[in-house]
């Protein structure tokens, strides 16, 4: 690890302004960013810790009856205080081991926007809103391929606004080394249709797969979608699995999860 | 009653006490005064040349003391092989120069191309970062068959080829071997790899070198499984050291599997350094530079045939192995495919004749050598998997086929040189079919199914050679080392007793389970009993622990120095009581006289010893302590059965190991409860390289597995509760314990047992599968499943 800076404001307009520095990074629970550090892969001027920043911590239901998620709330939080949204509390609870789950952050995860994180499948199935200190994001607009989102340099996601579906589940397929979903899958059954997002499978990152969305829209069972499986192309290919098989788990996850979201 | 003391008695493990609270002493919780820190720029490429290396601006850096490269070695000898295989041919296999640091190529990601000391670690890396090495990469030979082929590229120039050794076993027996397989009724063929493992063990690897200028002596501290073996390697054939004027300290040693017992180039680079620049220097391996730098295991490809007559009896096995040595020969490595792989071919069985083919091949990927149970694994898995295919293909039980193919008689002579001196293998078998009910088999089956599960039993049978070994026959086999153990017993004036081995102990639990032995011989408490070990000052000259031999042989050592101790003691008893030496006789603790009421104390007497007021002086020195070397007459062959039940997750390709089920032979037993960790122990890492495990290399010789992120390491969800079971007992009749050691029977008997399961389920969802190779991940099966 090489030297850096460290502060830990208490307001997000300190943060901000933090951020502004050259090479200054947000540090939210550290779970990838300071492992990346240590090995020398990463080399910020300053980390700029978002956990002091009590507006930015815990869980609500909004006006609207979104769940709210502060940007720095653990996964740990979530899944005891996501209940009325067991999907997702489900998700949060199955990240990671206890100490990943303690430490680590919605905001860090998204912002970090790893292929194979849960996080993503979760918020772009709910098709939920991102919240920075300078503007909202839809789901749809926020994930950017691997690694890659909308927020700009020195922008902070501070809050994730999760319409709460009818049903939902997530189902995890782990990679057998790091425990990171190989192929995630959640859906999520709104009034008004069905979203189904993957993560693990695709080099393009998380992604909506609509053609089981338009089938589970018209009919939400396992039957709708019995046979159904994306394209491989654009799968990715590793040590741990094919693209084709990763294509066929996508299937295989998803009628599990429109099973088990009942 | 269970016994509470002595062998047979399963007290807590004493070091656990300073295991479990954070007070052990391992390498790196030592800190030598005014200690610097190394770090080694390990090459990033798998095969280049070194045009140059600039080291200016690393000089340059804060806290820089020293940068050493591969020209400041070049008088000093390079790592040495304890290990030289003859080919079919005759000919001494091909020995390649392995420097402390490379000099003009580097051979494999990892290979040390400079070593920076400096004040600090931080201040190390920094100064690496900044070394200008100038790398011309040249094509890299990963695959083994290619780095055979005719104009493959040399890994080692001034070698003749990418051919460690060809080596033939039995050579003399290969046409009859060959003949057989002509007259066969049936041959059943098998293809597998046995894939490349990293040990892991939790603690890295950790050398501190230090040297006293006053005395002129140097101090290694290190992560190692035989401090003896390291001082006399790194002293007599890298540094040049007398072994009176070097010193080798293993202390705490957290897990060694086999990769901590090799002389490693950071040990005498720390050493020669220390000495350099008069200042002891420290290197604290990262758990990154562990999977690029700790030997790896196993890795061999392998063809196997089994020829049988037409009542399904084994007539000939015949084999023909490729064995990755890596970049470099680790200091046992030509041993594992050879003489720890190849008498191993006759497993349980009595089949006549065998021929065993092993080409060891230079490749540029990390030297691979000895891994828990080292050879035999290979060869059990082979064996075991070719048996269970001929009876699938044979349309009969494999446990019927095993069992009509049995060895019954012992002793044994096997057509691969060694004598299996007692097992009973149908003993452990019988035990085996009730612990894993069988008869249920068929109900769980269904009920599996009626889950949308395929369900599998496999079952395997092994034999290994442990308690390495008569020093006479390893000797003739090309072994550079003797292999006895020895043991010194300090008998104190009050009573207790110290014993110094040269059995390392770092994890087996040598603490609680020796000091056993000692108390059943003397009748006292195991706790008047200490073990000292680890320290080449004050113990006598040992071989160290692994091929399960610590109990076998360094425990025999022990016993024998307690006999010497006892006929002593009895002599003195005898003086005491004013009786014949004959008389006396040691019980409970306390020396009588027989068919009298007189007795003596074990404490009078050992007081007597260094109070020697009324002491036979003319007959015998005062003082109780006596020293013994043991070195054993054969290897000892535990023997088991073991059966595993996997579910398989059609639609994914997941496999659950829902039974295990392992009836080990190890002879007699001094601690059943550390002999059931043991097991446990190597039954995970077995189902670790059946399952997960697997140190993946690409063409260009990256490893692709370099961390956890890809390296699957079985955690404690992946196993079950384990079934264990050592009460069949055929005793080793040539060690004064009649034991046979149990360190590796796990990890040996494990994996054909897992992937004979795996297969048996694939085949009852109707998949025509005949074999797919470890790791059988979800990935892999699901591909098996759907072509």
Known sequence: MYN??????????????????????????????????????????????????????????????????????????????????????GLAAGIGDPAVRARGTIGGSLANNDPSACYPAGALASGATFVTNAREIAADDYFQGMFTTALDEGEILTEVRFPVPEASNYQKFEQPASRFALVGVFVAKYADGV????????????????????????????????????????????????????????????????TAAG | MPKDNGIGASPKRREDVRFLSGTGNYTDDIQVNGQAYVHFLRSDLAHAK???????????????????????????????????????????????????????????????????????????????????????????????????????????????????????????????????????????????????????????????????????????????????????????????????????????????????????????????????????VKWTSTRSEAFISDAHGRDHVTKIELALDAENNFTAVRTDTHANMGAYLSTFAPSVPTWLHGTLMAGNYKTPLIYVNVKAVFTNTVPVDAYRGAGRPEATFQLERVVDKAARELGVDPIALRRQNFITEFPYATPVAVEYDTGDYHGTMDVLEKMADLSGFEARRKASEAKGKLRGFGVNCYIEACGIAPSNLVGQLGARAGLYESATVRVNATGGLVVMTGSHSHGQGHETSFPQVIAEM???????????????????????????????????????????????????????????????????????VAGTDKSVAWGDVTLAAYVPHNYPLEDIEPGLEETAFYDPANFTYPSGAYACEVEVDPDTGKVTIEAFNAADDFGNIINPMIVDGQVHGGIGQGIGQALLENAAYDENGQLLSASYMDYAMPRASDVPFYGVDHSSQTPCTHNPLGVKGCGEAGAIGSPPAVINAVVDALRSGGHDIHHIDMPVSPSRVWQAMNG
């Open chain 2, 522 to 592: 003397i009748g006292i408490d195991e706790s008047m009993v200490e073990i000292v070990h680890g320290d080449t000052a004050n113990t006598p000259m040992g071989m160290g622990t692994y091929g399960s031999r610590s109990i076998a042989v360094g425990g025999s050592a022990m016993v024998r120095a307690t006999e010497k101790i006892i006929a002593k003691a009895k002599k003195i008893a005898a003086h005491l009581m004013e009786a014949a030496d004959a008389d006396i006789e040691l019980k409970d603790g306390a020396f009588s």
């Open chain 1, 4 to 89: 850096f800076d460290f502060e830990k404001p208490s307001t997000i307009a300190d943060a901000v302004s933090a951020l502004g520095s050259e090479d200054a990074q947000a540090l939210g629970g550290g779970q990838t960013l300071l492992p990346t550090m240590k090995q020398r892969l990463a080399s910020p001027s300053k980390l700029v810790s978002l956990n002091g920043i009590a507006e930015m911590q815990g869980i609500c239901t909004g006006d609207d009856g979104a769940l709210c998620i502060g940007g720095a709330t653990t996964h740990a939080a979530v899944a005891a205080g996501a209940g009325v949204y067991p999907g997702l509390a």
């Open chain 2, 50 to 280: 070194i045009n140059g290396i600039n080291l200016d601006a690393a000089l340059a850096m804060p806290g820089v003391i020293k940068i050493f490269t591969g020209t400041d070695f070049e008088g000093v000898g390079g790592i040495p092989c304890g290990w030289q295989v003859t080919d079919r041919h005759g000919e001494p296999m091909q020995e390649p120069a392995h420097p402390v640091l490379a000099q003009g190529k580097v051979r494999y990601v990892g290979d040390q191309i400079a070593a920076v000391v400096a004040e600090t670690l931080e201040q190390a890396r920094d100064a690496a970062e900044a070394i200008d090495v100038d790398l011309e990469e040249l094509p890299a030979v990963v695959d083994m068959k290619a780095a055979l082929a005719d104009g493959a590229t040399k890994v080692h120039d001034d070698l003749t080829s990418n051919l460690c050794y060809d080596w033939g076993f039995v050579e003399e027996n290969k046409p009859a071997v060959d003949a057989a397989f002509e007259a066969a009724a049936h041959v059943t063929t098998l293809e597998l790899r046995n894939n490349r493992l990293v040990a892991n063990p939790m603690e890295p690897r950790v050398a501190i070198g230090d040297f006293n200028r006053a005395t002129g002596d140097s101090t290694l501290y290190t992560t190692s499984q035989n401090p003896h073996v390291i001082r006399l390697l790194m002293g007599a054939f890298v540094l040049g050291i007398p072994e009176h004027k070097l010193r080798v300290v293993a202390p705490d040693v957290g897990g060694g599997f086999g990769t901590k017992i090799f002389h490693y180039a950071e040990e005498a680079f720390c050493t020669f350094a220390a000495k350099a620049l008069n200042r002891a």
């Open chain 1, 195 to 258: 979203r189904v997002a993957v993560t693990g499978a695709s080099e393009e990152g998380v992604f909506r797969w609509t053609e089981a969305e338009t089938a589970l829209s018209g009919n939400f069972s396992a039957d709708a979608i019995a046979d159904m499986a994306p394209g491989a192309d654009g799968m990715i290919s590793d040590l741990h699995g094919t693209a084709a098989y990763r294509a066929h788990l996508v299937g295989v996850l998803t009628r599990r999860a429109v």
